[in-house]
């Protein structure tokens, strides 16, 4: 034990070590002091640029290393205080699970961690996520199901030597994906763990970096934005395979709102208050609850604005809904082939709304039996009712998103507008999306649109969903919520009731005085509507 120990502390006490790498310590790391794992560090955060002896020496190295925190000298000698006096203290040794704690601590409570214990236990996280042989507890509970679910990338007939193209992230990318096909559940648990960590930060995601690596340093060097943001607002220029892992991280995180590092960090205290009784994960049902709470006036504007900005991402391709893509399922395979043919011809399967607006279309179509499917898209589209932002056919021609390009046309793309106006700027500027508000102010000024805007807002679509039910016509939802639950909440038509209550013939024998039932908003928006 000591003798590990003191290896790695100094490259050099390891004889065979040594040799292997020498010549990459002087070429990689010739400013770095000997002694304190300070070398070990250097090499492995130039993993890929090492000669094939010694990444095999310090891929052994690492293995040993996070079997015991004493071992790791990096982090033991920066955390040694956290070790001592933290939440770490009473651990047993072994097994990574001091290792494991210190982890925890800097994806949850990171404030808690001095500034040189976060930096040794960021870069040791960055390690591990290389290669699940570096994590003894991962691999040991989620053996069975890596080599049932991830062949292709787990041959155990390797597991435990070095191999190059093994040390990128694969199999713990390979269980992320699947993680619904896990089995055991302490796996699930780790893998859980992993994911989080991908999300909270993209230097722990080695397969996405991996991918990403060359369109990083061509698009994002230079940025001050995090990686995956400047990713996303690059997204139609990156290369394929950085596009389909980036889209396929968006996927995982749509299923667990803690996942969604800025959304959460936005709302955590909001959680506590609409839904504290929601359970995480489950296909994102705390943000499906929170969602449904977005114009509560108790909540923060921070959150608001944040459970906004992942709602226009999410309009944006029904793969990151996942309760629309596991409802909808068959009805989009049976009534939308046309639109996914077309999707896949022009090689645009990510980020394409066009499955989405099918659905919408269609929705009198899907079969009566999945009310689970109805119901979703019944959601979508009040959703659309309510926020312009969130209608992909609108936003795109009446130029909401008109700065947009494509890779392969660097032309706009989110504007069929053909003069280039764009309506919503020019008519409704000061308008503050929500509510249903800018649908109102485009139907204003009707006139004037353009073509193509003119008909995408007033399509007959647009006309049936907001004539059929109350929840589509957010105006009226709104505006009339008092009056609603006064007098019409039993009514199956509520607008029919709200109508009647304007027009003062609610009842042949009623003496209720219409004129002080309705409010103004109320009564202004009946009127536009009636």
Sequence with gaps: SRAIQEMSTDFRFDKTLHEACKNDQLFLCPDVKLGKGRVHECLRTHMDDLSEECAKAEFKEIKLEEHDV??????YISCRNEIKLGPCKDLERGDGRVLDCLRDQLKDNAESLSMSCKKAVSKDQIVISKDIDFDPMTMRLCK????????????????????RSFMKGKVMDC??????????????????????????????????????????KTYCQDSNESPRKCLQRNFHQ????????????????????????NVYKACVRDISKFCKDVRFGHDGDVLDCMRE?????????????????????MVDDYKLDPKLAKYCSSEITSLCMEALNTVSSQDSDTHNGAILECLVKNKDKISKQNIKCQKRVRKIMRHMAEDVRMDPDVSDKCAYFSTLKTKKTQTQTHTHNLTGKNDVTRFCADVNPGKGRVHDCLESHLKELETNCKKAEFAELTRDRMQHDINMNPMIHYACGPEISAYCSDADDKTECLTKLRLGNEDDSSSTDTSTVINPRCANALDKFM
């Design 70 to 75: 004493k071992w790791n000298a990096r982090v």
């Design 144 to 163: 069975q199901d890596a080599k049932r679910i991830c062949r292709n990338v787990f041959v155990p007939s390797i597991r435990g030597r070095f191999s």
């Design 175 to 216: 269980l992320a994906k699947n993680y619904d096909t896990i089995q055991n559940e302490a796996c699930k648990s780790r893998v859980e763990r992993q994911i989080e960590f991908m999300a909270q930060d993209m230097k722990f995601d080695a397969a996405l970096s991996n991918s990403c690596k060359d369109d990083l």
């Design 238 to 261: 990156i290369s394929h395979d950085c596009a389909r892992d980036e889209f396929g991280r968006e996927q995982l995180n749509a299923h667990d709102m803690r996942r969604k590092r």
């Design 293 to 313: 709470h977005r114009y509560e006036e108790s909540m923060s504007t921070r959150c608001k604005d944040a459970l906004t900005k992942d709602m226009i991402v």
